[in-house]
């Protein structure tokens, strides 16, 4: 193994779920069950997250779908580039994700309904590292690779209803779906004496949950979104056969705005996640209660177009909800973005980049640029 992967090796112990070590991995982040990329739009992740639980285009208050008039779909991609340190050394990964596809349409004048897949895990990710061994009087090269892919997806369907101009109730269903496949393959640079040698193992996962939300809107001063997600059952399972069976996360989050400048909004958001209830899936899971703060603002930019074009920023702290160790991994996160309308309102793209830093035990951190980008149209 590389210098680099023994340093981590010996500074943490093994991942509770995966089959190669930390050092393999090449990253902090996606350990355990995996990343939560947030089950946030292009356009709450450019502000730091703070409008979360009142962003229409984010999975995660129901009553939100609401504010969305006419029948809107939506898709979002974020490729990450991460780099993990310890000491002087360091390695760099990079991965790409899908983490939100949304649907949704007003049924009437008080009624909307929505559809929508996120990404509420990842772990997915590929690094390879040297190694030798010595047979007989012969010292072999090789190198050895490590390769992750899967997600945990919330499906979710969501209504909501428009009790007064400025009150909607939601209410969402969750079914969560997915895999990891995790496979290890050592190659030997002889390729005549000595063949790969190929590990894979693949666990699945499904569970369900439930959530309500309520959303105010004073367009003149501002507004206050809540949700909570109360998590059902969560199983992992080899084919069909239930391995174990834990339970779902559970969700809370506010978000608040001022929208008294115009032209401007202001946001501030905290939530929280109980991931413990996970951690009956492995004895050894090393699991963290997840708090996720942020703030951000939207000012109107330059006109573009029929519109203008938005411009935004934030910055974000949470604590990842597992790790190899008993601490917890913070990340903290610096963003910026812009909204583009196009075709004279009836689609927008939504531009954001994150600056994240992480830090880990023995020293090691992990820093990542992520690019997310967000298109919706309304047919």
């Known amino acids: 193994m590389s210098t680099f992967g023994r340093a981590l090796v010996r500074a943490v112990s093994v ?4 089959v190669v070590p930390l050092g393999a991995q090449g990253n902090l982040s996606t350990q355990g069950l995996g990343f939560p990329p947030g089950q946030l739009s292009s356009k709450a992740l450019s502000m730091g997250g703070s409008i979360g639980e009142s962003d229409a285009l984010s999975p995660l208050n129901p009553a939100a779908i609401s504010l969305l008039l006419s029948t809107t779909i939506a898709m979002q991609v974020e490729p990450e580039f991460r780099e993990v340190r310890l ?5 760099k990964t990079s991965v790409a994700r899908f983490p939100l596809f949304f649907g949704s349409m007003p049924i009437g004048t008080r009624w909307s309904v929505a559809l929508s897949a996120s990404t509420l895990l990842d772990r997915t990710w590929s ?17 050895i690779e490590n390769l992750s892919d899967g997600s945990l997806v919330d499906l979710r369907i969501a209504a909501a209803y428009t009790v007064r101009p400025w009150l909607r109730v939601g209410l969402g269903s969750h079914t969560y779906s997915g895999r990891t496949g995790l496979r290890t393959v050592h190659a030997f640079d002889d390729t005549v004496r000595f063949a790969s040698d190929t ?46 069976t834990s339970a779902a996360p559970d969700h809370f989050g506010v978000s608040g705005l001022y929208t008294g400048i115009e032209g401007t909004t202001l946001a501030v958001r905290l939530a929280t996640d109980k991931w413990s209830r996970t951690s009956g899936l492995s004895p050894s899971l090393n699991v963290h209660e997840g708090w996720d703060v942020g703030v951000g603002a939207d000012v109107r930019g330059p006109r573009f177009g029929a519109g203008s074009i938005a411009l935004r920023g934030g910055t974000r ?20 973005g812009l909204g583009l309308p196009l075709a004279r309102g009836r689609s927008e793209l939504n531009v954001g980049v994150v600056r994240a830093t992480r830090s880990g035990p023995s020293g090691s951190s992990e820093n990542a640029w992520t690019l997310s980008t967000g298109f919706s149209v309304r047919p």
């Open 87 to 91: 000491g002087g050394a360091s390695q």
């Open 317 to 336: 702290w949470r604590t990842l909800p597992f790790s190899v160790g008993p601490d917890a991994i913070t990340e903290r996160t610096a963003s910026g």
């Open 199 to 244: 590990q894979s193992a693949n666990v699945g996962y499904g569970g369900r949950a439930v959530s309500l939300g309520v959303q105010t809107m004073w367009p003149k001063y501002g507004g206050i979104g809540m949700s909570y997600r109360r998590g059902g059952t969560l199983s992992t399972y080899a084919g069909s056969r239930a391995t174990r």
């Open 15 to 18: 991942s509770a779920l995966a």
């Open 127 to 143: 690094t390879s590292a040297r190694d030798t061994q010595v047979v007989g009087a012969d010292t072999i090269g090789s190198t």
